[in-house]
């Protein structure tokens, strides 16, 4: 996994998979649609939408579909600015009933515009979903609130079964990958995340293929372990569009397996590591095992 200068466009045959489709995912497609809710599966071009619509899973985006930051990796479109929707609560808890979700993952687009960084929005949702689906667990992806702490507590408060912020890429990419985030500040977020509530498992999520050594990959893992982060995710980074960052490597699932390996060696309590894994992917599975673990 040495850095490289050259860009890959051909896909592997490991990259390849068949879409499937069928009642299931229509369902739920028509259901979104028609509640008037975004997904990060269909605004981010998820390699794993078909599999998880037909799983009736799927990764809810609050506060509109687009985000004050212009990170060069990903695919939800830039401002201008919606206004928040107050009803979009109840329509997230109440699609999650209809979808009968046991686990739901609340994300966002950054919302710098906000004054809390919409905490306060995504503490509405996980109340709503309290009420609407109480046994349903809740996962959520958050921003990093510009390094905010009392933001942070307030969705932490609101009581989340597991918090993720993806740290994304290694420190020396940031500047091209994600101009407008700081590396340490959302190191930081995970270890105060731990330190308030350590019942809530910590997760973060890495993408390699942007020219990252695997130094710089064990390097960033342990600055995870050190911010107290227990669920650990890596994937494949896939250019959505010529406009966006190229991938540099096409990493073969041997070298997932080896850096899943490695981790779980370094002491996180649960990784998914493959081509097509991403955050949320198999989150209720990897939540499940972390507390397994801790009983």
Request: one cysteine or more; aromatic letters at 6%.
């Amino acid at each position: 996994m040495n850095q490289t200068t050259h860009t890959c466009t051909r896909k592997p045959i490991w990259l390849k998979r068949n879409l499937p489709t069928g009642p299931t995912y229509e369902k739920i497609r028509t259901l979104l649609h028609k509640s008037n809710l975004n997904t990060v599966c269909q605004e981010a071009k998820c390699p794993n939408l078909w599999e998880c619509f037909s799983k009736k899973t799927a990764t809810f985006l609050i506060m509109g579909a687009r985000c004050t930051r212009n990170c060069r990796f990903c695919n939800i479109d830039q401002g201008p600015m919606e206004a928040l929707d107050p009803d979009e609560p109840q329509r997230v808890a109440m699609a999650v009933k209809e979808m009968g979700l046991r686990y739901a993952v609340i994300t966002s687009v950054t919302r710098d515009d906000l004054a809390d960084g919409g905490a306060g929005h995504f503490a509405a949702v996980i109340k709503a979903l309290r009420e609407q689906v109480p046994h349903a667990l809740i996962e959520v992806l958050i921003p990093d609130f510009q390094g905010d702490a009392d933001a942070l507590h307030t969705v932490l408060d609101a009581g989340p079964d597991v918090l993720n912020h993806n740290i994304e890429t290694v420190p020396r990419l940031y500047p091209i990958a994600r101009p407008q985030a700081i590396y340490r500040r959302s190191l930081e977020l995970i270890d105060r995340a731990a330190a308030y509530n350590p019942s809530i498992p910590g997760k973060s999520g890495l993408m390699v293929g942007l020219g990252e050594t695997v130094d710089e990959i064990q390097t960033t893992m342990q600055d995870l372990l050190t911010a107290n982060c227990k669920i650990l995710t890596i994937g494949q980074y896939l250019q959505p569009s010529k406009a966006h960052l190229p991938v540099k490597r096409f990493v073969p699932p041997e070298e997932f397996e080896a850096l899943g390996k490695t981790a779980l060696e370094m002491g996180f309590a649960e990784v998914a590591s493959g081509p097509f894994v991403r955050s949320s992917y198999q989150a209720k599975d990897l939540y499940e095992a972390v507390k397994n673990c801790a009983l």
